[in-house]
């Protein structure tokens, strides 16, 4: 596992994080070997947010993970939605952080990302929160999570620290950022831009884009590897795989190492076995001709 930097942050991070949505109902002495798992692959990165099992994945992994050494852990987290609505206000920000530093069981959190733009959101109050929190040593570092170029923009013009991540669904499956920059001025669904050039626009302003859901296709329609509704991107990702002796689950990590935005994905798997293959992704290096052999099984075209 190689590291890379955080954004603008100086922050040095695996560049495989490790996802905790799934982990609620799971048990201290499961979710303990699932870190153990993680961090004797060099993975030290755990990404939460305050919805998560209803906070009860913070709760679990705070227990699990008592006895070890915080400075060695980099713990992110998220916060923003609630039932029907989207909050940025300076009360459910700080709110929500104290809420998870608790069920951690920690003093602070490396990273807090705001979950999905809130309409209402003002800038300025933001810029309090993070100020506050900064200060008061609760977080280091700040980002965004599912954020146009112009939301980020917005934000960062009130803020004294720059916006470290950028979190956003992408992988194999879901490329729409890929798409729109290959059929540029195409009549063609993959030609319409429906992000505002975020993918660019990160690399632009040095913000790490973190990929959620990297093995899922639709939003949250189910894994793609070893479905039968993708024959061809499945034998493709085991031809590969054999070729590296790996899985096609580390070859689909790999597909989004090999961009040279420099990605920090996200797992979303609580299975040993396959949180391995995962964070085994950075020991391979697919070639340009196995990436695009890689997007084109996976029913795109070249314009």
Known sequence: MYNIQLGKSGLQVPTVAVGCMRIAEKSEKEVAAFVDTALGLGANFFDHADIYGQGKSEEVFGKAVAGLDREKLLIQTKCGIRPGQFDFSYDHIVGSVEGSLKRLGMEYVDVLLLHRPDALCEPAEVARAFAHLKESGKVRHF???????????????ALDMPLCANQLQFGIMHAPMIQSGINVNMYN?????????VLDFCRLNEITIQPWSPMQYGFFDGCFVDNDKFPELNSTLEKIGNQYGVSKTTVAFSWILRHPAKMQPVTGTTNLTRLADCLRASEIALTREQWYEIYLAAGNKLP
């Open 143 to 157: 980002g965004v999570s599912n954020h146009n170029p112009y939301q980020i923009q917005l934000l960062q013009k």
């Open 189 to 197: 669904d993959h030609g319409v831009n429906r992000d505002g050039g």
